[in-house]
């Protein structure tokens, strides 16, 4: 341990030792490149104002003094020149231009032999060149020192040789040497962070960029190579060990075919997170990818003014509000001002985290209230409804786990479809002025229990607006990263444990969607819906399952991790559908946000189906209880009956593809 301490202490004499020795030095060679300056124009040139050697004597004695005088004042030689901005020299040029008006002044003041203004002004330009000169030289030696060739090399040993500065690359060889995915502003404000910043753990070699004004050029000493230069060779040459993605509008199919790339070379693969104004109090940093990247889609912000408007000064009723969706939908509604936010679950930790966090953010700016109940205790419900008189209802309580409700289908009935209609029966009852439903993408001709219970929902939403008070909307995206049920968690929990990573089929493909997304969209749907829509959001391409675990083993940075598929789960259809007749839209003021035309059941008709699940559920069998959800939704099909579909299509679409191949223009494709 002390032999540590003294390693440490003879390190910090040595560095101590080089920033004391490092003025003097510096002071040292602008006194040389003065005199050189001096000898020129004040020695060698012989103008019409000849000086004898008194008058160089003097000129000099003035010149110097007043140069050096005015630099250690403004402390010139206490800047740190390796690291030196423009404002390090920018305070050379006003001290040296103060340093010229002085002589000026005194070259006229004083009895002295006189020179012209035109030599007085070239020996402090020439001074004052060199000085820069000498400056930018030790910069740039010190930053492109590092290079492993023969130029670096040498810059190097001129460094060590003028300066007594060890070489560079002892210490930048422990750094990690990092490609930077983009040269502008982001790009090149982390480069500039990276070299000026000692303590950093990564020196920049290179950048990649697709700008034809900077491929070929250098910033800072660093080079910018276009994508189709950059090879696994090359990268190796220059020992790249990560690459990191330093523009923040790149398109998700272009960030997914560099990271691709970059991946399979076997490289790390990093972010450069700036802030923007669109994320306030943002701050920089390097991180990996988050999973919501491995989607490669940009997430969609939908939060408006008008959205805003809406819910300020408004009483809000979250069911579910401790859960993942509900939780979002409170801190979202939190930042809108609404007059008061009432959070009811089931689960009371859930609840409970979610007030302790809005307190601490808000205190007493935010009228908050937790009820512990369930939505299927309809007098419990009833008492909110009297005590609060909610305005808005947003109902995101509900049982949403597919295999568990297919074992537990008489809970997932009661929970999910009379839950509901308690709530709508209780708007009516108390008139609230709307209510919001969070629905699924399962409930699109669904395979299992909780998505038929969903689309149950669904109807008797649109119903109750056909002869309601209230105001009806409910909105259907699909999987929420990072929920409880999501599984991003389960396959972290997989990696942890060193795999295997289980897929049930890896022909499954989902649409994913953040949380503050889903959350974003149930709140603006809500607040523009006129009555009875059914919002769905355009969710873009769909993702593989089997390739987000790929990207996250690869991520993890764990080796030897097995991808097992185990077979489809009770319930489980391969793809999941956002539409019942996708040709059949309306737009709304949101691109993102469609409206499916649906027809609505009467009051009378779902009455009747109500009645059904009940006598059902009464039963207490579960068996029972889902025939009974086959007969009251039409669409809701077995799974082997969807699977089998859509394995037929795929296979249609790859023989399609392959007659394709060996189409030729203006031919029509083979009947085989």
């Given at each position: 341990?002390?032999?540590?301490?003294?390693?440490?202490?003879?390190?910090?004499?040595?560095?101590?030792?080089?920033q004391f020795h490092m003025p003097r030095i510096l002071?040292?060679?602008?006194?040389?490149?003065?005199?050189?300056?001096?000898?020129?124009?004040?020695?060698?040139?012989?103008?019409?104002?000849?000086?004898?050697?008194?008058?160089?004597?003097?000129?000099?004695?003035?010149?110097?003094?007043?140069?050096?005088?005015?630099?250690?004042?403004?402390?010139?030689?206490?800047?740190?020149?390796?690291?030196?901005?423009?404002?390090?020299?920018?305070?050379?040029?006003?001290?040296?231009?103060?340093?010229?008006?002085?002589?000026?002044?005194?070259?006229?003041?004083?009895?002295?032999?006189?020179?012209?203004?035109?030599?007085?002004?070239?020996?402090?330009?020439?001074?004052?060149?060199?000085?820069?000169?000498?400056?930018?030289?030790?910069?740039?030696?010190?930053?492109?020192?590092?290079?492993?060739?023969?130029?670096?090399?040498?810059?190097?040993?001129?460094?060590?040789?003028?300066?007594?500065?060890?070489?560079?690359?002892?210490?930048?060889?422990?750094?990690?040497?990092?490609?930077?995915?983009?040269?502008?502003?982001?790009?090149?404000?982390?480069?500039?962070?990276?070299?000026?910043?000692?303590?950093?753990?990564?020196?920049?070699?290179?950048?990649?960029?697709?700008?034809?004004?900077?491929?070929?050029?250098?910033?800072?000493?660093?080079?910018?190579?276009?994508?189709?230069?950059?090879?696994?060779?090359?990268?190796?040459?220059?020992?790249?060990?990560?690459?990191?993605?330093?523009?923040?509008?790149?398109?998700?199919?272009?960030?997914?075919?560099?990271?691709?790339?970059?991946?399979?070379?076997?490289y790390k693969v990093k972010v450069y997170d700036y802030?923007?104004?669109?994320?306030?109090?943002?701050?920089?940093?390097?991180?990996?990818?988050?999973?919501?990247?491995?989607?490669?889609?940009?997430?969609?912000?939908?939060?408006?003014?008008?959205?805003?408007?809406?819910?300020?000064?408004?009483?809000?009723?979250?069911?579910?509000?401790?859960?993942?969706?509900?939780?979002?939908?409170?801190?979202?509604?939190?930042?809108?001002?609404?007059?008061?936010?009432?959070?009811?679950?089931?689960?009371?930790?859930?609840?409970?985290?979610?007030?302790?966090?809005?307190?601490?953010?808000?205190?007493?700016?935010?009228?908050?209230?937790?009820?512990?109940?369930?939505?299927?205790?309809?007098?419990?419900?009833?008492?909110?409804?009297?005590?609060?008189?909610?305005?808005?209802?947003?109902?995101?309580?509900?049982?949403?786990?597919?295999?568990?409700?297919?074992?537990?289908?008489?809970?997932?009935?009661?929970?999910?479809?009379?839950?509901?209609?308690?709530?709508?029966?209780?708007?009516?009852?108390?008139?609230?002025?709307?209510?919001?439903?969070?629905?699924?993408?399962?409930?699109?001709?669904?395979?299992?229990?909780?998505?038929?219970?969903?689309?149950?929902?669904?109807?008797?939403?649109?119903?109750?607006?056909?002869?309601?008070?209230?105001?009806?909307?409910?909105?259907?995206?699909?999987?929420?990263?990072?929920?409880?049920?999501?599984?991003?968690?389960?396959?972290?929990?997989?990696?942890?444990?060193?795999?295997?990573?289980?897929?049930?089929?890896?022909?499954?493909?989902?649409?994913?969607?953040?949380?503050?997304?889903?959350?974003?969209?149930?709140?603006?749907?809500?607040?523009?819906?006129?009555?009875?829509?059914?919002?769905?959001?355009?969710?873009?391409?769909?993702?593989?399952?089997?390739?987000?675990?790929?990207?996250?083993?690869?991520?993890?940075?764990?080796?030897?991790?097995?991808?097992?598929?185990?077979?489809?789960?009770?319930?489980?259809k391969l793809y999941e559908e956002l539409l019942v007749?996708?040709?059949?839209?309306?737009?709304?003021?949101?691109?993102?946000?469609?409206?499916?035309?649906?027809?609505?059941?009467?009051?009378?008709?779902?009455?009747?189906?109500?009645?059904?699940?009940?006598?059902?559920?009464?039963?207490?069998?579960?068996?029972?209880?889902?025939?009974?959800?086959?007969?009251?939704?039409?669409?809701?099909?077995?799974?082997?009956?969807?699977?089998?579909?859509?394995?037929?299509?795929?296979?249609?679409?790859?023989?399609?593809?392959?007659?394709?191949?060996?189409?030729?223009?203006?031919?029509?494709?083979?009947?085989?």
């Open positions: 341990m002390s032999k540590m301490n003294e390693e440490k202490t003879d390190l910090k004499e040595q560095v101590d030792k080089k002071i040292v060679y602008d006194m040389l490149v003065y005199l050189i300056a001096a000898v020129l124009l004040l020695v060698l040139y012989e103008g019409n104002d000849k000086l004898t050697t008194s008058g160089i004597f003097q000129q000099v004695v003035l010149s110097a003094g007043c140069i050096f005088a005015v630099r250690m004042t403004g402390k010139i030689y206490g800047q740190v020149w390796r690291y030196g901005g423009i404002q390090c020299y920018i305070r050379l040029l006003s001290t040296d231009a103060i340093a010229f008006s002085i002589y000026l002044l005194m070259e006229l003041c004083l009895p002295v032999e006189k020179i012209t203004f035109a030599r007085m002004l070239s020996l402090s330009c020439l001074n004052l060149l060199g000085a820069l000169a000498i400056r930018m030289l030790y910069r740039y030696a010190y930053k492109c020192g590092n290079q492993e060739s023969q130029w670096g090399k040498f810059l190097n040993s001129v460094l060590y040789f003028f300066s007594g500065i060890e070489p560079g690359n002892e210490k930048e060889n422990r750094k990690i040497k990092v490609a930077i995915i983009g040269a502008g502003r982001v790009g090149v404000g982390l480069a500039e962070d990276l070299i000026s910043n000692e303590q950093s753990s990564y020196v920049p070699r290179c950048f990649i960029d697709v700008s034809k004004e900077k491929i070929g050029r250098e910033i800072h000493g660093i080079p910018v190579w276009t994508e189709d230069d950059v090879t696994v060779k090359k990268l190796a040459d220059y020992e790249i060990q990560e690459i990191i993605f330093a523009i923040p509008s790149m398109k998700a199919e272009k960030k997914k075919k560099l990271y691709e790339f970059y991946k399979n070379a076997g802030p923007t104004m669109y994320v306030a109090g943002g701050k920089r940093h390097l991180r990996e990818f988050d999973v919501e990247e491995l989607l490669f889609r940009k997430p969609i912000v939908m939060s408006d003014e008008k959205t805003n408007a809406y819910y300020r000064d408004k009483v809000v009723l979250i069911t579910g509000g401790g859960g993942s969706i509900g939780s979002e939908l409170c801190r979202q509604l939190a930042k809108m001002h609404p007059k008061q936010i009432i959070i009811l679950d089931i689960y009371e930790n859930g609840a409970y985290d979610v007030q302790q966090e809005l307190k601490i953010a808000y205190g007493n700016r935010l009228k908050l209230q937790i009820e512990i109940c369930s939505i299927t205790h309809r007098k419990a419900l009833e008492k909110v409804f009297e005590t609060y008189h909610p305005q808005i209802v947003i109902n995101a309580a509900a049982h949403k786990h597919v295999p568990l409700m297919e074992h537990n289908c008489v809970e997932a009935i009661y929970n999910n479809v009379f839950g509901t209609y308690n709530l709508v029966e209780l708007c009516e009852e108390y008139e609230a002025e709307r209510f919001m439903m969070v629905s699924t993408d399962k409930a699109v001709n669904p395979t299992n229990v909780m998505g038929a219970t969903k689309r149950m929902c669904e109807m008797i939403v649109q119903s109750a607006s056909t002869h309601g008070k209230v105001k009806y909307s409910a909105t259907r995206f699909g999987n929420v990263l990072g929920s409880a049920g999501s599984v991003i968690p389960l396959f972290k929990r997989q990696i942890a444990n060193g795999g295997p990573v289980t897929v049930t089929d890896k022909r499954i493909i989902r649409y994913f969607m953040t949380i503050p997304e889903a959350s974003q969209l149930v709140l603006q749907s809500g607040a523009m819906a006129k009555n009875g829509e059914l919002f769905v959001l355009d969710m873009g391409q769909p993702v593989k399952i089997l390739d987000l675990a790929e990207n996250m083993i690869r991520l993890s940075g764990v080796e030897g991790i097995e991808i097992v598929e185990t077979g489809l789960r009770p319930g489980e007749k996708t040709e059949e839209l309306d737009k709304t003021e949101n691109s993102m946000i469609f409206i499916e035309r649906d027809t609505a059941l009467s009051e009378e008709e779902i009455e009747e189906k109500m009645q059904i699940l009940r006598e059902a559920c009464d039963s207490g069998d579960n068996l029972i209880a889902k025939q009974a959800m086959r007969k009251v939704v039409p669409t809701f099909k077995r799974p082997e009956e969807v699977n089998c579909h859509v394995a037929n299509e795929k296979q249609e679409e790859k023989a399609e593809d392959k007659v394709e191949v060996h189409k030729k223009p203006g031919m029509k494709a083979a009947i085989f």
